[in-house]
């Protein structure tokens, strides 16, 4: 039996790129390769996409610090409608056919619709939401209008653009109350988000959070336990048990997440009694729906002290490193790291197939 070719497609131009790097060798490590034929293709942060033969094609891999792009491999474009296949660009007569993508890559240039347009363009399946789930799910400001609009509790925010005059500290804290979060609308693993107390912090904070982004939110602070829900499927659509994120800093930013060992504890199961996990379970599938998600997200909640439970937001591409909380979650749920990976591959082929039988052209 042929294998699948799978393209693990990771790096990118976002300030996630290391995050993406780690996730990918993970995913390489990992998967069946009785089943799949693995393809590691890297996108530097300047956008040129390299093809690498094994994983040594990630440098430095034990250190999230200075993981890096070996960029010598040969350089490779996708061309819509071109049913997957890869051509090189200094040797045009080799060319590559890939059978399924799975593009773990984080942030804007990647996990907003952009590279999941390509592959739709170039007829290939792949990992995750389409186009406008992915892009839903990345914009804070559009997903939490969305939720809104569908009377999910959500935190208090407001939304400044470049061109707006900004609010003043004494407003935002009089409508948002204080301490307050300020982080760029479309980013993730918390780059460019701080947490403020004080005026001379709240335009520190707005400077930083406009280095990622033209559109910055102004967030409430929720005191409150964070959990986090797995969510699965196509069509189908299950969740994971919670589990609950413990900040050993002042709140999970991204030195926490991938820099300190100790930087957060991962309680799995979240201790939490049996109706609140059927509660954050039923609400996360729920999140996933309204959003147009596919494939995988990871739907985060704030649970406050009377028992009230918030939307915090979704993660479509959450990060997927063996210690990450998405497969995790599933593990403790009984689907094992390298079984989640088969199972979404097996998810990204079914919606392919079933999108190719509608009438899209005339």
Not at 209 to 229: T, W
Request: hydrophobic share 40%; with cysteine; proline share 4%.
């Amino acid at each position: 039996m042929n294998k699948i070719k799978v393209a693990i497609l990771c790096g990118g131009k976002s300030a996630e790129h290391e995050v993406s790097l780690q996730s990918a060798l993970n995913i390489y490590k990992a998967i069946d390769k009785n089943k799949y034929e693995p393809v590691l293709i890297g996108i530097s942060k300047s956008g040129q996409w390299y093809l690498g033969n094994n994983e040594q094609f990630i440098l430095n891999a034990n250190s999230s610090k200075n993981i890096a792009l070996n960029q010598n491999g040969d350089e490779v474009v996708l061309i819509p409608g071109s049913g997957g296949r890869l051509f090189n660009i200094t040797k045009p007569q080799k060319e590559l056919k890939i059978d399924v993508v799975f593009p773990i890559l984080h942030g804007p240039f990647g996990e907003d619709g952009t590279v999941q347009g390509l592959l739709k363009l170039a007829e290939v399946p792949f990992v995750g939401a389409g186009v406008l789930g992915s892009a839903v799910g990345m914009d804070k400001v559009i997903m939490k209008r969305l939720l809104y609009e569908a009377k999910i509790n959500i935190a208090k925010f407001l939304v400044v653009n470049s061109t707006d005059e900004k609010p003043s500290f004494k407003k935002v804290s009089e409508e948002l109350g204080s301490p307050f979060f300020v982080k760029p609308a479309n980013m993730g693993s918390s780059v460019g988000v701080s947490k403020v107390e004080n005026e001379k912090q709240y335009y520190e904070s707005l400077e930083k959070a406009f280095q990622y982004d033209l559109k910055v939110l102004i967030e409430e602070y929720i005191d409150g336990r964070e959990i986090e829900c797995s969510v699965l499927g196509f069509e189908s659509i299950a969740a994971s048990i919670p589990g609950e994120i413990k900040p050993q800093h002042e709140f999970y930013s991204y030195e926490a997440k991938y820099i300190d060992e100790d930087g957060a504890i991962l309680d799995i199961p979240a201790q939490i009694s049996k109706e609140k996990v059927l509660e954050v379970q039923a609400l996360a599938v729920r999140v996933f729906e309204i959003l147009f998600c596919e494939g995988l997200g990871r739907v985060d909640f704030f649970l406050k002290r009377n028992g009230d439970l918030l939307v915090n937001e979704i993660n479509t591409l959450p990060g997927f490193t063996k210690i990450s909380m998405y497969p995790k979650l599933w593990e403790a749920s009984g689907l094992a790291y390298t079984q989640l990976i088969d199972r979404l591959i097996e998810l990204a082929i079914t919606r392919f197939n079933k999108e190719k039988k509608l009438k899209t052209s005339y």
